[in-house]
């Protein structure tokens, strides 16, 4: 009767033992990359929300009137493709990574924080389409998410 216990008891020791092996260890209160996926995608999808509801709708019903709304229009593309490039990029990135750490999440922020300022560097633009301070604000609102790509 002894040994049964003392082998059952090994038993489920190395059950246990062996099942914790195998899981990855990650510290109380880590951020693992599930989360942060889903983070950094409902940020951009807010950003992305937020570009759309800032275009401007014709006023009229003619093929006229949306030459008007052209110069919005066309930043609003322009700023929708850069940010799903990001997108893609950031969720093929996330794969790779093994382990989420302070440094990554970090740095996730600080490329989530130059992407958010897009939309209103995009609804300037549009608003004042080619004008130049405008435009050059635009062209650093695309320019510093991509160096915050590098810390990432």
């Known amino acids: 009767m002894r040994a049964l216990a003392y082998s059952t008891a090994v038993t489920i020791t190395l059950v246990s033992a062996s099942a914790f092996a195998f899981q990855p260890c990650e510290r109380i209160g880590a951020v693992g990359k599930e989360r942060l996926a889903a983070f950094s995608d409902g940020v951009i999808a807010i950003i992305i929300t937020i570009m759309v509801l800032e275009l401007k709708l014709p006023h009229g019903a003619d093929w006229s009137v949306l030459i008007g709304v052209a110069p919005n229009f066309i930043s609003y593309v322009l700023s929708f493709v850069y940010l799903a490039i990001y997108w893609n990029n950031h969720h093929h990135l996330l794969h790779t990574v093994a382990r989420v750490d302070g440094v990554i ?17 995009t609804a300037w633009m549009g608003d004042n389409f080619l004008a130049p301070i405008p435009t050059a604000v635009y062209g650093c609102s695309l320019v510093m998410p991509a160096i915050a790509w590098i810390f990432l």
């Open 105 to 121: 999440l970090w740095a996730n922020a600080y490329l989530l924080f130059w992407l958010s300022l897009i939309p209103a560097a």
